[in-house]
Structures are given as structure tokens and as C-alpha cells.
């Protein structure tokens, strides 16, 4: 006896062509959600990162830039107007900060200059006998010989005047000085003198080719009291741009008032670098071409991020 199949059954052998393509149109359908999915996740990872590139270049400059505007101007317990300076050849000779307009990879900015005083582990070397104005050598304790090198500059305060000048030599316990001293100090007496190292830093712009991106420089003086060629610390790189205002002070005490956001021309109109209270920085920043972001300009980020710090004690 012959088995037939049911009609019903060979009806159903293989796939139409209604069941093929509808299962490409849900394939594709599943296919473009789950690949927009990943390029919205992407596109959110990118952005991410591309804000935390440039929140930790702002992060890492304000730790760098902090401990050095907050000593520039450092001059003992004394005011930094009662500073005598006697090198000659800086571009600080009448303040310890200063600025002054440069151009860089069209970027136009105020480089800065800052007198500081190396206050790390060594704080400085007492004055171990009296000094009489116009003296070429300082006698100080616990110094040994070759700590500081010849043409360095220190700082020689007490409570109610100072000096900066430079180095021609040193032995154990002593310094040789390129010039005088304009004023005299006690040695052992109650107002006791000390003597500082310091050093004068330039914050300022530099590329070094034009396919390089602009960053942002640490460099210290060269000889003649400008700053060193190069970048000699990068501290943030890809700047777009650099505005630095200050707040200054008049009075003193609680009826000490505030001028605030005045640039570098007004400061040195006014001739009031010793009133300057506050720094701000207004530092661009873009992220590098390694980090493209979907809908930015050439896929870079660029952020804008506004630092302010005081100085110690300018004026104080």
C-alpha cells in the first residue's frame, strides 16, 4: 500500500519569498539598531575621554602654575617695594612680575614673568655676621661650598629690607657677590637676615615647526635675563589661546578695594605691578587629533578653562 504525504505538508517545504524578505527587512532592521547603538556609545566614549584630556591638561597646570605664582614676589618679611635689585640685566629689575605681548602661531598673548625664590627643602641660610652697606661678601651658616652656581641669583632679607644679586663665587659659609649691597644687615641681632636662592620664570607660548601644536612653557632666564629658547617644561600642549587679567588692591586691611579684570596695558600704566592680588588665566584648550569627536569642528573639542591664583606676599 502507497503512502502519500498530506497536501498540507508539501505545501509547507522551503521559504517563500514573503517569509525571505521580510526576514531581511527585520535582519537590517536589528542590524541598524544595534549599529547606531554602537556609534552612539563610541561617539559618548570619544566625547568622554576628549573632556577628560582636557579637565586633567587644566588640572595639571593649575597644580604646576600654583606653587609659583603664589611665591613670586616672595621676599621675606619684608615688603618686595623695599627690594633693592642690583644685576643690572633683568627685565624684573623694579617688580617681580612683569608681562609682556608676544605672538605665536597667531596666538597673541601676555608672556609672564615671575621672580621666585626656591623654597623647597631649603629655605635658606642665615646671615652669620653683620653686613655693612656696600659689602661684596656675606658670611652665612650651614652653606657648603658649590650648592648654588656662580651667576645664580639669591635674595638677602630681613624684616625691613632686602637685596637681590648675583653670585660670582662661594666657599663653605660664604658668598662673593657680583656688586654692593644697598643696604646693611644685622648678622646676629633681632632682626636676623636670611639668604634665598631665586629664579626668575617665564610662562610663556612656543612651537617648535608649524606642524607642531602651540604649548604652554616654563622657561627660565638665560644669561642676559630673557628667557631661555624652546620649551624648557611643557606644562600643556594643542593651546588655542592665553589671556591672563589681574585684580589689584589700593588701601589696606578691611577698606582695601578691588579693581578686578585689569589686563597687562592698564597694570603698566599705572605702574601697579605691587598691587596685583589675584592672577587670572583664561587658558584654550583643544584636544589632539588622535581624539576625533563627532560634530566639533575637524573632530577637535575645545574647551575654554579660567584659573586664578594669588600671589604671596607682592606689596605685602
Not at 608672556?111 to 623654597?119: G, I, N
Not at 658649590?146 to 648675583?166: A, M, P, Q
Not at 594669588?310 to 605685602?316: A, C, D, E, F, K
Amino acid at each position: 500500500m502507497t503512502m502519500r504525504t498530506p497536501l498540507s505538508l508539501r505545501h509547507q517545504q522551503g521559504v517563500g519569498l514573503v517569509e525571505l524578505m521580510l526576514a531581511m527587512v527585520l535582519g537590517l532592521f536589528i542590524s541598524a539598531m544595534a549599529l547606531e547603538y554602537f556609534l552612539a556609545s563610541r561617539s559618548t566614549l570619544n566625547t568622554t575621554s576628549a573632556v577628560s584630556y582636557l579637565q586633567e591638561s587644566a588640572r595639571h597646570t593649575t597644580r604646576r602654575l600654583q606653587p609659583l605664582i603664589r611665591n613670586t614676589g616672595f621676599s621675606g618679611c619684608t615688603d618686595s617695594s623695599s627690594v633693592s635689585d642690583g644685576t643690572g640685566s633683568h627685565a624684573l629689575s623694579e617688580t617681580p612680575l612683569a608681562a609682556d605681548t608676544e605672538t605665536v602661531a597667531g596666538i597673541t598673548y601676555d608672556r609672564l614673568a615671575m621672580q621666585v625664590p626656591l623654597l623647597g627643602s631649603q629655605r635658606g641660610w642665615q646671615v652669620s655676621t653683620a653686613v655693612a652697606q656696600g659689602d661684596t661678601t656675606i658670611a652665612v651658616s650651614d652653606y657648603t661650598s658649590g650648592t648654588l652656581d656662580t651667576d645664580s641669583f639669591v635674595l638677602i632679607s630681613d624684616c625691613e629690607s632686602g637685596d637681590i644679586v648675583r653670585l660670582t663665587g662661594d666657599s663653605s659659609n660664604s658668598l662673593s657677590l657680583a656688586s654692593a649691597v644697598e643696604h646693611g644687615y644685622g648678622g646676629s641681632q633681632q632682626t636676623q637676615a636670611y639668604v634665598y636662592p631665586i629664579q626668575r620664570w617665564y610662562l610663556l607660548l612656543d612651537q617648535e615647526d608649524d606642524d607642531s601644536p602651540v604649548r604652554l612653557c616654563l622657561n627660565l632666564e638665560d644669561v642676559d635675563g630673557d628667557p631661555e629658547a624652546g620649551c624648557g617644561e611643557e606644562v600643556a600642549r594643542y593651546v588655542e589661546g592665553l589671556d591672563i587679567t589681574f585684580d589689584t588692591a589700593s588701601g589696606s586691611g578691611s577698606s582695601a578695594t578691588f579693581e578686578v579684570e585689569r589686563s597687562v596695558a592698564e597694570i603698566e600704566a599705572d605702574d601697579d605691578w605691587g598691587n596685583v592680588r589675584r592672577i587670572h588665566l583664561s587658558l584654550a584648550l583643544k584636544t589632539p587629533p588622535t581624539v576625533n569627536v563627532a560634530g566639533e569642528d575637524n573632530g577637535e573639542l575645545q574647551r575654554t578653562f579660567d584659573i586664578t591664583l594669588s600671589p604671596r606676599n607682592i606689596g605685602l
